[in-house]
């Protein structure tokens, strides 16, 4: 049998409940078969844990992973992340022989040059190291050479154990400092917004790590005391991977800064001569340990390699201090809420505060969910670029004419839903005209959340009519948006994989308008455009919704208040998620929380089922609580 053949049957076996022998010995052979499929392991894993302990399941693991001759990636990455890299070994018998493969030893000896800040190109190093397959690479850095646990700058033992291995103790402190700091020109569009202490609060505290970003745009460079002199040093590389933004310093020691999460926080040092990371604070240490930066390390020994010249290059010639072009990159995820909350709103940002004369270009490859990018920041539409998409970003290597900024931040000022609002204006001209002609004289309009899948409402089928006819009671002129898909104004190209999903969403939102009292009050928006929703979204009074991007669509670009529900796992936590703080233009909603009903669909390894449950609401509650929001939005209003 092939290994997909393998592992359909492994996971027939568990779908068609055999015996608990069979299914193990099904996903053994599947597993060795498929030796990077972390999903596939994943699925066993939740078996074998209704079993057996964590300890015999890595007995079990290791033991697979002892009969073969060759890594089974999955099996140590899931040792790894249950028992630490260090405890590796303890499970798997053949791991020192591992260890010692031909493979492992070059990528130790490349790693060496790395931290030397000088590539040997003799023999055929470099040819004969970029023939070896990325997942070893990314092993001999998750399993094999692990990281010691990460330092914090703020913490005095960890600053005494730094000092004993050379570095100045004031240079860490003032550095750790300097990331902490916020600008008056970013805290002022945050307090301007008069949102309540809370959240204005909260919006500063996370912001300040990733100021430093604003700073490089102003001065054209980015600067750092080395670690164990203090002399003043400048990056000599830029790229991003994975979402991280890497800058390549040479102080006494080479060692890089790494910036991540989804403001492009910086997060801390890494020093790969001596395999520590130093993290900036402690609310960043979680950010750099040996799970997280594997990947990355690999890619970055890799690139190293590949422009070897380049590299010894930039790290030989002097510090260059003076002024370079800076590039802003916005990063590709494939979810339009990340674009608004994380990255236009970063863009947004430089621009309020007047530096769009600063960015040489923006990269962005993404999805554009609501239209040209140009359509709604024109300030930088002539220096746009739109490359070939790729986790790798890199569009000016070891340059010492020019440095990378990732747009970044964790807030959304109002002016950025207003661009967006004022660009989808005159793209759809026509539609902004009827929409605002439908809703002139409907009170209230009420937007309407549907979700599939995960976190969603089992009975919403049955209950939002409900819903909508006990509203319609009391305000015969409401009229109901109904929501759950939207498609991207461009580069609809594989659209075609949400087709089952849109299908699934639109026979529930069809049923919901057969079974209400007055269906010409109801109007379906499944399968519009971002554009169209933002149209619709500014002329909300209210809305109810799961928790999630249904939420954003909306909260995001209204201040009309909102029911939220939740799952359990959410209960007291959903304060601290981003619909409730992120954008300047909306309250905070009222969150709801719902009973556990079903597993939702797990679409990750590291993903908890818990964190996807679907629920059950009562429905006379979720009546109340609108009901009570719209009779307050009427006094509001009438004050």
């Not at 207003?418 to 026509?430: H, T």
Request: net charge negative.
């Amino acid at each position: 049998m092939t290994p997909s053949e393998l592992a359909e049957c492994a996971q027939l076996t568990m779908a068609n409940g055999l015996p608990a022998a069979e299914i193990d010995n099904a996903f053994s052979a599947a597993v060795i078969a498929n030796p990077n499929d972390r999903l596939l392991l994943a699925q066993w894993n939740d078996s074998l844990r209704s079993r057996f302990s964590d300890v015999e399941i890595g007995n079990l693991l290791g033991g697979l992973q002892a009969e073969a001759s060759q890594p089974i990636r999955s099996v140590l990455l899931a040792l790894r992340d249950d028992f630490g890299s260090e405890h590796v070994a303890d499970y798997c018998a053949n791991f020192q022989a591992l260890s010692e493969s031909e493979d492992l030893k070059l990528i130790k000896d490349a790693w060496m040059q790395i931290s030397r800040g000088s590539i040997e190109t003799a023999d055929g190093a470099v040819a004969r190291l970029l023939t070896v397959p990325h997942e070893i690479f990314e092993l001999y850095f998750a399993v094999f050479a692990p990281m010691i646990p990460t330092f914090v700058m703020s913490n005095n033992k960890d600053l005494l154990a730094l000092e004993s291995k050379g570095y100045k103790i004031e240079v860490m402190k003032s550095t750790a400092q300097r990331f902490s700091w916020i600008g008056s020109d970013l805290s002022d569009i945050i307090t301007s917004h008069g949102l309540d202490t809370w959240r204005t609060e909260k919006i500063i505290s996370v912001e300040r790590r990733g100021y430093y970003k604003y700073e490089i745009l102003k001065t054209g460079n980015f600067m750092l005391e080395d670690p164990w002199t203090g002399e003043a040093i400048a990056a000599r590389d830029s790229f991003r991977i994975f979402g991280r933004t890497i800058y390549t310093f040479l102080g006494s020691k080479l060692f890089f800064v790494i910036c991540g999460r989804q403001g492009n926080d910086a997060l801390g040092l890494f020093v790969p001569s001596e395999n520590i990371a130093i993290a900036f604070d402690s609310t960043t240490r979680g950010q750099l340990n040996t799970k997280l930066l594997s990947n990355v390390n690999a890619v970055l020994l890799k690139r190293a390699f590949r422009m070897h010249e380049a590299f010894n290059s930039a790290i030989s010639s002097a510090s260059k201090v003076e002024a370079k072009a800076v590039i802003v990159h916005i990063e590709k995820t494939e979810n339009f809420a990340h674009h608004l909350w994380n990255f236009y709103s970063s863009l947004d940002h430089m621009i309020e505060m007047g530096l769009q004369a600063n960015i040489s270009r923006v990269v962005f490859s993404g999805t554009r969910f609501f239209g040209e990018l140009g359509d709604f920041f024109p300030e930088v539409r002539s220096v746009i670029d739109r490359p070939i998409r790729n986790n790798i970003v890199d569009p000016c290597p070891f340059s010492q004419s020019e440095i990378l900024v990732g747009a970044g931040s964790n807030f959304m000022a109002r002016s950025l839903p207003e661009r967006l609002i004022a660009a989808a204006k005159i793209s759809y001209s026509d539609a902004a005209s009827d929409i605002a002609s439908i809703t002139e004289n409907a009170y209230p309009v009420i937007w309407i959340g549907i979700r599939l899948k995960d976190k969603s409402w089992v009975s919403q089928a049955k209950g939002i009519p409900l819903i909508i006819d006990a509203i319609s009671e009391q305000y015969p002129n409401a009229l109901f948006l109904l929501d759950a898909f939207s498609l991207p104004m461009m580069d609809q190209a594989n659209i075609s994989q949400w087709e089952s999903y849109k299908s699934q969403v639109s026979a529930i939102s069809n049923t919901i308008v057969a079974n209400v009292r007055a269906p010409e009050r109801v109007v379906d928006l499944v399968g519009n455009t971002m554009g169209e929703s933002v149209l619709w979204a500014s002329k909300v009074d209210a809305y109810f919704s799961p928790l999630g991007t249904s939420q954003h669509k909306v909260g995001w670009f209204s201040d009309a208040p909102g029911v939220v529900y939740t799952s359990p796992v959410f209960d007291g936590k959903a304060l601290t998620t981003p619909g409730a703080w992120a954008a300047g233009i909306s309250p905070t909603p009222e969150f709801v929380t719902g009973q556990p009903a079903s597993a939702g669909e797990r679409r990750g390894v590291s993903r908890s089922r818990e964190a996807f449950e679907n629920v059950e609401l009562d429905v006379a509650d979720i009546i109340e609580r609108l009901l009570l929001l719209l009779a307050k939005n009427q006094v509001e209003k009438a004050t």
